[in-house]
Structure formats: C-alpha cells, structure tokens
C-alpha cells in the first residue's frame, strides 16, 4: 500500500508529560495514565457524506489506549475526540468520523486523555463508483538477469459519477490477486520498492496498480510465451463496487 500507517504511541512532548507527572501521584496509582496510543485508522479515507468504515463496511470506532506507569493498560480512560481541521466531523465521545467536504490535505483527529494528545490522520475523498482498467503491460523477460523480470504496474482506474462527469477516487484501498498462471510460483504481486504486496491505494488521479515479480526458472521454457492473469477490486460498504473485478493480464515473453 502507498500509505503505511504505525499506531502513534505518546507520552508526547516533554511538557504534558510533566503535566501529567505534576496533576497525578504515579507513585502509588495504577490509573494514573503516563502514556496514551492512538491505533492506526483501518482505512486511509472517509466519503463525503458518510462515517468512516472499514473495508468490510462497519463504521469504525477509533480505538484509543491509556497505559500507566507500569506499561499496563488502563481499562475504560475517558477518551475525548476532535478534530481542529475542516472537511470532518468528529464525534467527540466516540470518535465516529463523518466527512463532509473535500480538502487537498489529510485531516487530523486528536485523541486528548487527560493532559495527553495523539492523533491520526485522515483523508476526505469521493464515494467510489466505478473502477476500470488503466494500464496493461508485456514483460519481456531473461532468463539470465533477473533484474529485468518485473512489470511496470498492472494499472486500474477507481471513479465517482458517470463520464464525462466523473471525478476521480484518491486514497481508496483497491487488492490485486493473481488468479491465474502455469506455474502457482511464476510470479507474485510486488510495489513500487519490490516488495511483496497484494493491496495499494489510489493516488490523486484515482490509479492504483501492483508490478508483477517473474521468477523464469518456473517458465516451462527459456523461450516460452507465457501470460499471468490478475484480479483487482475496490469495495465500498463491503461490496464489490462496480467493475470489480478488473482483470489484468501480463504477457510474458522472452526478450529479443
């Protein structure tokens, strides 16, 4: 995926944390909260007009955890939400998160506990309608330099509304899988740094796409004409969206 997102673990700056100290007796309180995380959101984006869901369609409750001197977590923290930027909603005791207009940038959501701060970030995108192919590729491949044997992107393109008036999707979860090849160790599905992966998330102009690893000693031959087959998806509110899936094929041959 192009956006990786770690838990943010705080005890933050060294001015709260002396807060904290200065409003609680840690010494002996195993409720006092020193340090408090903020779970990574599910998803990278909300819709316009509806809460934040996971991939499965479930409205997401951002999970926040309060842990005390002794690094145990703290049971039922009273947690409060906002967020100080435009484009979202925050409720400010749940947590449940509703877009409401498009911005350039990711919006925060803070989590305060006590005299502690996290946050997470989160983009406002459009509701995804459409995804459809963008870009095939043929891989010419050797079978003695296996730095040659990976594909440009395997491309689709995800939009909200009907062309020509469409718009594009940014920051929307689409997954790749390969659903055919001749040999079940051909290839595999790959990112931008080469690593394996079978997810990735649509940029600015609503594209998401994953390059295909070859690995030639599974070719039949040095000369085989061989094709690998790949599926990708984008859902919303757990269903498929439409077009889904698109089917990819890479065509591998030997290079001239």
Known sequence: MKNARAAVVVGVFVAAIATAFACTD??????????????????PAVVIGDSLRDTTGAVVHPVVKAFNFNGDQIDQAPVWFQSPDSGITVDSATGIIVGDSLRASPARVIATVGQLQALQNIDVT?????IQLSALDTLEYSILDSTKNISAPL???????VAPNDSTVKSWIVSFQI???????????????????????????GIAGRKIRLHSLFLSSATAVDSIVVNATARYHGVPVSGSPVRLVLLLKPAS
């Open 155 to 161: 491309q689709v393109k995800l939009t909200h509304g």
């Open 126 to 130: 459009l509701r995804p309608d459409l």
């Open 179 to 205: 659903v055919y090849q001749s040999n079940p160790q051909l290839g595999d599905l790959r990112n931008d740094g080469d690593r394996p992966s079978v997810i990735d998330t649509t940029d600015a102009s």
């Open 26 to 43: 840690i010494s002996g309180s195993s409720t006092a909260v020193l340090s408090i995380q903020f779970d990574s959101l599910p998803v």
